[in-house]
């Protein structure tokens, strides 16, 4: 049976997933379809309940990545854990969630020769930024700021830096505190709303060629990339990372189950987005 898969969003016309899920598909000799639908929260339900018995998983985009919760059988521990699924498995009738951006904000850090956090200051407060902080504490971090427009609206990640035994320190985003300096910085704001200031206010709470990571990649460079001194992360590099984790889920059913000749499946998955 060909398999069809999809990402959702509102909008959805950027999305690279269609491209790196196609040369995964292609590598592994599957005729799987996997497109691009333009879906948004309240519709959400019924586009799931239309898929038939020829589905295997979609991948979600904000905000459907905490609207689908109420229509889970079961989640991995990282989608409990931050309280957002951006992967659905179809499986004997049941829909699974999984939460892969942990993995691929920890894969895209050691992408750049980062293996270790001792702290990190976080931009925007949104379900990617849970990822953030929880990818940040298993990678060995005890503090970090959060830098958001809304300090008031973070209930939900200050109880999640509890959890992770994380000191956290919130602050309005622009007034960064000088007195946290963090080994990275990352940017979870969209391209085109990051302060054209930010770069050079970052640099001076920053460590000495501390890495920015960006997820946000269309357009590239954003902003903050563009002005940063030391090492940048892209946002596609995050995107693939964790596409390769939604690759193993939706093949071999978990995301810890490595795929035939995984590395030359990668290679042709970065490759189709631009990445070498």
């Known amino acids: 049976?060909?398999?069809?898969?999809?990402?959702?969003?509102?909008?959805?016309?950027?999305?690279?997933?269609?491209?790196?899920?196609?040369?995964?598909?292609?590598?592994?000799?599957?005729?799987?379809?996997?497109?691009?639908?333009?879906?948004?929260?309240?519709?959400?339900?019924?586009?799931?309940?239309?898929?038939?018995?020829?589905?295997?998983?979609?991948?979600?985009?904000?905000?459907?990545?905490?609207?689908?919760?109420?229509?889970?059988?079961?989640?991995?521990?990282?989608?409990?854990?931050?309280?957002?699924?951006?992967?659905?498995?179809?499986?004997?009738g049941s829909l699974h969630g999984f939460n892969t951006d942990v993995h691929g904000v920890i894969e895209a850090f050691r992408s750049a020769g980062v293996d270790r956090l001792s702290s990190v200051r976080v931009l925007g407060g949104g379900a990617t930024a849970a990822s953030v902080l929880v990818a940040a504490q298993r990678m060995g971090a005890d503090r970090a700021t959060l830098s958001v427009r809304a300090p008031e609206r973070l209930g939900s990640l200050i109880s999640l830096a509890e959890r992770l035994d994380l000191a956290l320190t919130v602050e309005t985003l622009g007034a960064f505190d000088p007195g946290f300096v963090a080994d990275a910085v990352v940017s979870t704001l969209p391209n085109g709303t990051q302060p054209e200031f930010a770069a050079a206010s970052l640099a001076e709470v920053t460590v000495p060629g501390g890495a920015l990571f960006d997820v946000a990649y269309e357009p590239w460079p954003t902003v903050l990339a563009a002005h940063w001194a030391g090492p940048v992360i892209p946002g596609l590099e995050m995107l693939a990372q964790q596409a390769l984790v939604q690759v193993r889920i939706f093949v071999n059913g978990a995301p810890d189950a490595v795929l035939p000749d995984e590395a030359s499946v990668f290679w042709a998955m970065r490759e189709a987005i631009g990445l070498h």
């Open 1 to 92: 049976m060909t398999r069809r898969l999809a990402v959702l969003g509102h909008p959805i016309g950027h999305s690279r997933s269609p491209a790196l899920h196609a040369a995964a598909y292609r590598a592994l000799g599957l005729d799987w379809i996997y497109e691009a639908v333009d879906v948004t929260g309240d519709a959400l339900g019924a586009f799931i309940e239309s898929c038939g018995p020829d589905w295997r998983g979609l991948s979600l985009t904000m905000p459907l990545k905490r609207d689908v919760l109420p229509l889970l059988h079961g989640m991995d521990h990282f989608a409990e854990l931050t309280g957002g699924a951006n992967t659905v498995l179809f499986a004997g």
